[in-house]
């Protein structure tokens, strides 16, 4: 429920322990109060800080007014903060006040409880109960069991906890508050239309957005009318979850919505009898309804489904929501969506109007309450053995820690808890469950058996390979399948595997209960790992395939008048080897589940692209065969074959895109451009970067200033280019796949991320590759150059601390001063272009990984290095597990260049000469 917070004045400390005595005996029991031994500020706190980091963290604010409270400039600042901070206010007048001394503010706002006079003191208080359980702040917060189901299990396992389960939802008490305080915030005005709720995958998302939030703002309906919630699965609008089911069943009847008008009449529909109860409500106790209409939340859960491509009607869903928003005018999005999904939603939809909430995981002094607390609830109540909590404690690692936790006492209750008791020995028991590694073990063994036969094991595989995976760009992902696609003969085997509440199933549809699953069964993972390749060679083709269809519809349509056919081949990105492995994939007997019919005509449409340029590409390898002849002769050619291979790569695939030189000197700073085929990862995206003078280094007043970062000096940087985003492992793989880089663990992560684990010389293998195959000068960027491109500012006489300013790193993907680094508590780098870019276009100047320089560590003043180390080469911009003062534009370090660290990447500078 969270915490009330009482504000009083000092001089009615009598007062105050009254209402606070009256708020526990009546099932209040988290209030703070200063000067409370208990509760309150301990002796020797700096109480002024303590008193407003308790109101920030509070979920409601109980203002106890008299005339010493109207002479207190505190109590009034009290007021005031918590009124800025969308705290729900709840003023008691304990003493006669003259109402002509009130602060404005809470005259027009708010309704006092009187209870200044004892004959006044009932009445007052059931004022006071009143206001708090309308606000979704009832003592006995929510029933359990649910009245409609009071057999219900308190322990959900990988279910996600519904509205109805919020009496046993436990661990994220702050958190709530927090998004009920964001989300009051944006009634109120703030420009955000979309609460992002951001977390990992087995954060809690789902549980939290229906169980946490929704749940609350169900119960303050003269501020939010919340929608059911939409889950965009492959049908975003008309699956059994989509937008017309959500719609349909808030308004009592079937609704098909055809466009951002037609949802925007729908929430009107919707607003109209709550203002009219309303109303109705305030002329009954003969007062005038004024308050502003309810906010209409539409919530969706795993947003990164409408980034889908086997989502088709993704597109016209975010067309449609975001039209209807912007028509309303007093209507808010609530979406949860995987941290490594975020980039889609965060650059696709509404990319200024989003507002986070990031969830991060639980905490360690959490996971007991979750344990325990709702086994009291339980009908009849469980008994836990506390050795049993210890070892679960002990027992939890980062990785899955909620979701394996929560399998694991569902099972326990399931088996054991018949007899009201859960212990250790139930938990050891190596037949049943074999602790928490061995949970969803277990729940595999009841299905297949202890020791499975090969056919049992294969069919298991045939199940959810392909059908219920899927691995992007984001990593590996459960997939919603319908049930009519799996092989026939795996039906009765995903039967037994939903008895277990390993997969679920609703609606004809089918999916992995929850993708720590996919992680923590060991077969299950294993045959993922052995079909990684092919499982994200299908999802490139399902995604270029659907991208092809909708284009292709799209220009026909808008070509019939000319009755010109669409040039269709420029959205083909299947050929050579890429379509082969492709073919490939879509003729497995075993993938056929996963293979529509948008993929195969794709696939056709690619081979007859395939077709007509072979002819094309025959006659350059008859010419090239001939000019090697020529010049080489056939023998000494297969001996320097060699040397050939990158030439002839280099002609076909980087010199015929190179951007002169000239070009990119006459180009409007910020230009990005591609010396190989746009969009590849064979080469980076380069930003031209104008010429400019600025003061290098740092000042004496900075407070996180290092000696070796002084003097001050003035540099000029001649204009040149450098890659957009730090060099990734996609492109990594480019420079290994052609045998001029190294290989590295790394680059089994996803493509996007920060290549790292890369010396100095394997940074310049890499540069000295790009430089052969472009024929232009590539290569690390020097010491002034970093620095001015971090500093993002051509002007001399602009000094901050970031290219943003002075202010300190955020973790807020959509803050101008968000960067990754310690703060963030990350396990590793996060993908390139996460945060916002600076004001030359470049991205991550600032955190993630460090950034090797073409520089020897030298002293500003006397140009020298260190005796013991001639040179170290110098790192710039801090890493994702870097304190914030690391992360400065003037801050350096030097490292040896053979070192290889996961800290250190890399980012390239293309030099530009007059042609």
Not at 24 to 32: A, I, L, Q, Y
Not at 419 to 433: E, I, N, T, V
Not at 572 to 601: G, N, P, T, Y
Not at 881 to 889: C, E, I, K, P, V
């Amino acid at each position: 429920m969270g915490v009330l917070f009482i504000s009083h004045s000092s001089q009615d400390n009598d007062q105050a322990i009254k209402v606070r005595d009256w708020l526990r005996s009546n099932g209040w029991g988290e209030v703070f109060l200063d000067l409370d031994p208990a509760h309150g500020l301990a002796p020797g706190q700096r109480w002024q800080e303590e008193l407003k980091r308790a109101g920030e963290n509070c979920a409601a604010v109980v203002v106890l007014v008299s005339p010493n409270w109207v002479a207190s400039r505190w109590c009034q600042t009290e007021f005031l903060v918590a009124d800025q901070l969308s705290k729900r206010i709840f003023p008691v007048l304990i003493a006669p006040t003259s109402f002509d001394d009130l602060p404005f503010e809470l005259k027009a706002k708010f309704q006092l409880a009187d209870i200044s006079m004892p004959e006044k003191e009932t009445e007052g208080f059931q004022s006071l109960a009143i206001g708090l359980k309308r606000a979704g702040l009832d003592p006995k917060s929510f029933d359990w069991p649910p009245p409609n189901e009071p057999n219900r299990s308190v322990y959900r396992g990988l279910q996600a906890l519904d509205v109805q389960d919020s009496a046993i939802f436990f661990g994220r008490d702050a958190h709530i508050t927090r998004g009920l305080d964001e989300l009051r915030r944006l009634r109120d005005g703030a420009p955000q239309r979309i609460l992002v709720i951001l977390g990992a995958s087995g954060a809690g998302k789902s549980s939290f957005l229906r169980a946490g939030l929704i749940a609350r703002l169900k119960r303050d309906e003269e501020n939010f009318l919340v929608l059911p919630i939409a889950r965009p699965e492959r049908a975003a609008l008309s699956g059994a979850q989509g937008l017309n089911a959500s719609v349909s069943a808030a308004l009592g009847r079937s609704t098909t919505l055809n466009g951002a008008a037609d949802l925007a009449q729908a929430l009107a529909d919707l607003r109209k009898p709550v203002m009219e109860r309303l109303t109705r409500n305030a002329e009954a106790a003969r007062e005038t309804y004024a308050a502003k209409p309810p906010t209409i939340i539409l919530p969706i859960d795993q947003a990164e489904e409408l980034f889908d491509a086997e989502n088709t009607e993704r597109a016209t869903f975010r067309d449609m929501v975001a039209g209807a928003i912007a028509q309303d005018g007093n209507a808010l999005i609530v979406a949860t969506i995987r941290t490594d999904s975020y980039e889609g939603l965060q650059k696709g939809w509404l990319p200024d109007s989003q507002a986070i909430l990031t969830l991060p995981p639980i905490s360690a002094g959490s996971f007991q309450q979750i344990i325990e607390a709702p086994a009291r609830l339980a009908t009849p109540p469980l008994t836990i053995e506390p050795a049993l909590t210890q070892q679960l404690l002990a027992d939890l690692s980062a990785a899955d820690a909620l979701p394996l936790l929560a399998f694991t006492l569902e099972r326990l209750q399931t088996q054991n808890g018949q007899d009201g008791k859960l212990s250790l020995a139930d938990y050891r028991d190596k037949d049943k469950l074999n602790g928490i590694e061995g949970a969803i073990q277990s729940a595999v063994n009841a299905v297949l058996g202890a020791q499975p036969s090969k056919d049992k094991l294969a069919l298991a595989r045939r199940l959810f390979v392909p059908a219920l995976v899927q691995v992007d760009q984001d990593g590996v992902k459960r997939r919603v399948a319908r049930r009519a696609d799996l092989p026939a003969d795996t039906h009765a085997l995903a039967d037994q595997f939903i008895t277990q509440r390993l997969l679920v199933s609703d609606e004809g549809k089918i999916e992995v209960a929850h993708e720590a699953i996919l992680r923590q069964w060991p077969a299950l993972a294993g045959w993922i790992a052995e079909e990684r390749s092919a499982l994200v060679t299908l999802d490139g083709v399902r995604a270029a395939a659907r991208d092809w269809r909708a284009r292709c519809y799209e220009a026909e349509y808008s070509e019939k008048k000319s009755r010109q056919r669409p040039d269709e081949g420029s959205w083909l990105l299947h050929r050579s080897e890429r379509l082969k492995d492709a073919q490939k994939i879509a003729a497995r007997s075993d993938f056929a589940v996963a293979v529509d019919d948008d993929i195969r005509a794709y696939l056709t449409a690619c081979r007859r692209a395939e077709r007509r340029a072979a002819a094309g590409r025959l006659r350059m390898q008859v010419l090239a065969g001939i000019l090697a002849l020529m010049v080489l002769g056939v023998g000494y050619a297969y001996t320097q074959r060699d040397t050939l291979e990158p030439l002839w790569a280099s002609w076909t695939k980087y010199r015929p895109y190179v951007v002169p030189s000239g070009t990119l000197l006459s180009a409007t700073p910020g230009t990005t451009f591609q010396d190989c085929q746009r969009g590849s990862a064979g080469c980076p995206v380069m930003v031209v970067i104008p010429r400019g003078v600025f003061l290098m280094g740092s000042e004496q007043g900075d407070r996180d200033a290092r000696p070796d970062e002084m003097p001050l000096h003035s540099v000029e940087v001649a204009s040149f280019a450098v890659s957009e985003r730090e060099i990734t492992v996609d492109e990594w793989r480019s420079c290994v796949s052609a045998g001029a880089c190294a290989t590295n663990s790394t680059l089994q992560s996803d493509g996007r991320a920060p290549v790292s684990l890369v010396s100095w010389e394997d940074a310049r293998d890499y540069a000295d590759w790009l430089s052969q195959m472009t024929g232009e000068s590539y290569r690390l960027l020097n010491e002034p150059e970093w620095e001015y491109v971090a500093r993002a500012s051509p002007e001399h006489d602009v000094r901050t601390r970031f290219s943003w300013g002075d202010d300190d790193p955020s973790c807020d993907f959509r803050a101008a001063n968000g960067a990754s680094f310690a703060g963030c508590e990350l396990e590793g780098p996060l993908p390139t272009g996460s945060f916002r870019s600076n004001a030359f276009g470049v991205y991550d100047m600032h955190g993630n990984v460090f950034e090797w320089t073409q520089d020897c560590f030298r002293n500003y003043a006397t140009q020298l290095a260190d005796a013991e180390n001639p040179c170290e080469r110098v790192v710039r911009g801090g890493a994702w597990d870097f304190q914030a003062r690391d992360l400065r534009a003037a801050f350096r370090y030097g490292f040896d260049q053979r070192v290889r660290m996961r800290i250190i990447g890399l980012r390239v500078a293309r030099s530009l000469h007059p042609d």
